[in-house]
């Protein structure tokens, strides 16, 4: 194993500039919780939470009732797969557009838990899977400075993401390859909301691509990709830039569920078209 990858390595500098995207990511994202210190209980393995017959995954699926109604198995997969990709892609690019540092994705070394959004965190998580809002906590074990490091984020990425696909492909049906899709989209879609609140944003797409399009990654995809509209915001011109997807999150198959604006099964011209009309409802936010 290269030394490089253990969470002794890194300098500490390296740890100060961690801790200060971390602390970044909680202003902006508070929806995602990382640590990278041994604090508190209740993280589990990836290997040990996404185990098939476990109650995190059978927690997890219940919480995706939070979004719709009417969810059969393969919904419900379908939801939290994106959900899981997306949160864990916010805690990881927030760290790496910050720092240039790849957190330690492996599963073995990756832990978390899923907790109530307690205000201002100071009170600590009693339940797992409370009734109300919970998020993610992912606590990272290291992180890396490397050269080449799509390849180590792509690679840890995917070895992590085994266990959550078998899982849910046992448990739901969901095949994986519609599962890795979904995956793609969530680092696209995290890449670029965490580059927009830097205002880094084609530095975030790039980097996002980078780790998606590699030859024969499971994540590859020609659909996946990201897309500039321009609209008039109350006789003002604005420019919006959004992900479009490769995946489909099946909400149209929920009770009085819709299509997505970016699914796609919709075409190109009528994703634009809704995507545009949405720019102009919100005023270009």
């Keep these: 194993m290269d030394e490089n990858r253990d969470s002794g390595s890194f300098k500490e500098d390296d740890g100060r500039q961690a801790d200060a995207a971390i602390a970044w990511q909680a202003e902006h994202f508070p929806q995602v919780a990382v640590s990278r210190e041994r604090e508190g209980g209740g993280f589990l393995q990836v290997t040990e939470a996404w185990h098939g017959d476990g109650d995190m995954v059978e927690c997890l699926l219940d919480y995706q009732n939070r979004f719709a109604t009417g969810m059969d198995d393969r919904v419900k997969g379908a939801h939290l797969i994106s959900f899981y990709s997306h949160h864990l892609s916010i805690a990881a690019a927030a760290i790496y557009l910050r720092t240039g540092l790849v957190a330690d994705l492996r599963p073995d070394r990756l832990t978390f838990r899923f907790e109530p959004i307690v205000p201002h965190d100071r009170v600590p998580p009693v339940e797992i899977c409370p009734s109300g809002v919970c998020r993610f906590h992912f606590r990272f074990a290291g992180f890396t400075r490397i050269d080449h490091w799509a390849v180590l984020f792509h690679d840890m990425f995917v070895e992590s993401f085994i266990p959550v696909i078998e899982a849910l492909q046992g448990r739901t049906g969901l095949s994986p390859v519609a599962q890795w899709r979904l995956a793609a989209d969530g680092i696209a879609g995290a890449f670029l909301e965490v580059g927009a609140a830097l205002g880094e944003e084609e530095c975030a797409m790039t980097a996002a691509l980078a780790i998606i399009n590699r030859t024969g990654s499971p994540l590859s995809s020609d659909v996946v990709r990201y897309t500039r509209l321009d609209a008039v915001c109350a006789g003002v011109a604005v420019e919006r ?27 190109e011209e009528t994703q634009k078209s809704r995507l545009r009309a949405h720019v102009e409802r919100t005023g270009g936010f």
């Excluded at 299509?259 to 075409?267: A, E, G, I, P």
């Design 241 to 267: 830039i959004f992900r479009l997807r490769s995946g489909c999150c099946l909400n149209y198959r929920t009770e009085g569920g819709d299509f997505c604006d970016v699914c796609v099964l919709l075409d």
